[in-house]
């Protein structure tokens, strides 16, 4: 069955053309895990690329049809609705393969593209620096690496030319030689930038600055909470993946340790693989970082699935155990009579500090601030304490003490990473100082003066 959409103003770029809207049929299967709310959530990802909804087509099936991806009686109707909507797009809420992509495209005559391709789009739209561009690119290749073969004959011609004669190569492992070419190019470029990213994260360190990663599902409300935290001048919009580049700014206070906090890429349902491992770097802002502020859209009906989500996405990348400060976004859009009841049944771990804060108004913004810098003083940033060898059982007494931490083995000494109080940190320079003189002056004194002044 076809649903035309609401008409709606429209974009004032094409999806791809930049001449005007393309005109975009929805297409999903409804399945467990899979209905309306991930419908809509595909009419924003594609509303945001520049398309323009003109109707959904669903069918209900238990599992996709393996040439086309929807069974053939689904596939005509797909393509009178393309012909009836003069439709340029089929926009699948779903990850195709090559073949299928080809299929569908001569069953219903337009152009098909699958969720993942809608949201690499979008992310090639909003990519600004240097690594946004090359993480996205790397993402889009290794995408397109494993479909070439169902792209169509073309790519299986034979090269033509002087020298190409013969059993020769076929274009397609040209172009698969190409693509792994420029993978591999790509990915020693952002290990370059991760090692610069490391130095920055170092550095931080080094300066007794703590970190906090601020993540949550697109469109929550991140960059505008951290403008109102921070006064500072983030890109806002109401769409979708606003923002990609992660931005550090300074949390403002009285408070001697210096707090920042860093807006990370936001997450999302069946965040594509591609993209996961392609943006690594940026979203080690997580794992790195000295505690997490994830940000709910308390407004938003799906609002427990968007939490399961982030959960899901900081369980792999292992940052799901971090102190967690939890904003509930948006409360000026819930009706006071009802909201702190509904609230209180959104997902929630034991130990995380909960606020109700609307990003956009300010209303709870200031108990948000000083909890975030209160808690920075009374904890700690992480940081690295090389202890001798002979000094090597101080190490279970840091993990007593202390959180976050690692242990590097050396030579001579052992390099622990750990957030400790500053109480603690003065108690660990006296435990060494007394139990051997010379302890104290083999470490790293920068990681006490400070806190012993």
């Known amino acids: ?37 991930s419908l809509d959530e595909l009419a924003a990802l594609a509303e945001a690329a520049g398309a323009l909804v003109v109707g959904r087509l669903v069918q209900r099936r238990d599992a996709p049809e393996s040439g086309t991806f929807i069974g053939s009686g689904k596939l005509r109707e797909a393509a009178q609705a393309v012909l009836a909507l003069s439709a340029d797009l089929l926009v699948v809420d779903d990850e195709l393969t090559g073949s299928q992509i080809r299929n569908l495209e001569k069953g219903v005559g337009c152009r098909v593209i699958d969720r993942t391709m809608l949201i690499l789009d979008i992310f090639a739209r909003r990519a600004v620096s240097r690594e946004g561009r090359l993480q996205v690119e790397l993402a889009q290749l290794k995408y397109r690496l494993p479909r070439l073969t169902g792209l169509g004959t073309v790519l299986s011609r034979l090269g033509g030319g002087i020298g190409t004669r013969g059993p020769g190569e076929t274009q397609l492992e040209t172009d698969r030689r190409h693509l792994r ?10 290990r370059l930038v991760a090692e610069r990213r490391d130095r920055v994260r170092e550095q931080r360190r080094a300066g007794r600055v703590v970190s906090i990663a601020v993540v949550g599902y697109t469109n929550a409300g991140k960059s505008t909470l951290v403008n109102r935290l921070c006064g500072s001048d983030l890109l806002v919009l109401d769409q979708v993946f606003a923002t990609l580049d992660p931005s550090v700014r300074r949390l403002p206070g009285d408070s001697p340790t210096p707090v ?4 990370t890429v936001g997450f999302i349902r069946r965040l594509p693989h591609t993209l996961v491992e392609a943006f690594q770097s940026t ?28 959960e899901s996405v900081l369980q792999s990348l292992g940052a799901a155990g971090k102190p967690r400060f939890v904003v509930l976004n948006k409360t000026d859009l819930l009706d006071p009579a009802g909201a702190s009841g509904w609230m209180a049944s959104l997902p929630r771990r034991t130990g995380d500090r909960v ?3 609307s990003a956009l108004t300010g209303a709870g913004a200031e108990a948000l601030r000083n909890a975030l810098l209160e808690w920075a003083d009374r904890t700690g940033p992480v940081r690295t304490y090389r202890i001798p060898q002979r000094q090597a059982g101080l190490v279970s007494w840091i993990h007593r003490h202390g959180r976050e931490v690692s242990v590097r083995y050396e030579d001579d000494a052992v390099s622990v990473s750990a957030a400790l109080t500053p109480e603690d940190t003065r108690e660990l320079a006296r435990l060494l100082a007394s139990a051997e003189p010379d302890g104290y002056n083999e470490l790293k004194s920068e990681d006490f003066d400070n806190q012993t002044s």
């Not at 920042?260 to 807006?263: Q, S, Y």
């Open 181 to 190: 070419r420029r993978i591999q190019s790509i990915e020693r470029e952002l």
């Open 355 to 357: 606020f109700e804060v």
């Open 283 to 310: 979203l080690e802002e997580a794992t790195q970082a000295d505690a997490i502020l994830e940000i709910l859209d308390a407004a938003d009906p799906e609002a427990d699935a968007m939490a399961e989500t982030v």
């Open 1 to 37: 069955m076809i649903d035309p959409a609401v008409p709606r103003p429209e974009p004032s770029e094409s999806l791809e053309t930049g001449h005007g809207p393309e005109r975009a049929i929805l297409v999903a299967l409804f399945r467990e895990g899979v209905g309306e709310a």
């Open 260 to 263: 920042v906090l860093v807006d």
